[in-house]
């Protein structure tokens, strides 16, 4: 298979969790599904959102707010295909 330039962290996740999700283990889609992010980040996200309304943010700020961005989607991919595999497993799909 070729593997077309320019390729992203993105791009390979992707084709990492594409795969057939009947093969995920119940316990690992469970355990993925109770991951929670810490309340103090949830705080700090908040304060950075607020800081971004009002065109405060630093340079730095800005990017760690990405950086939050990135985990959170990321984390909405994984449980995503985790909630499938319990599907599949359960029979409810």
Known sequence: ????????????????????HSEWPTELAEAILRIEIPKEDRQRVHELLVKNQNDELTASEKRTLESYRNVSVLLDIVRSKARMATRKTSGQE
């Open 1 to 20: 298979m070729s593997i077309a330039e320019p390729i992203t962290e993105w791009d390979i996740l992707n084709r990492i969790v594409r795969s057939d």
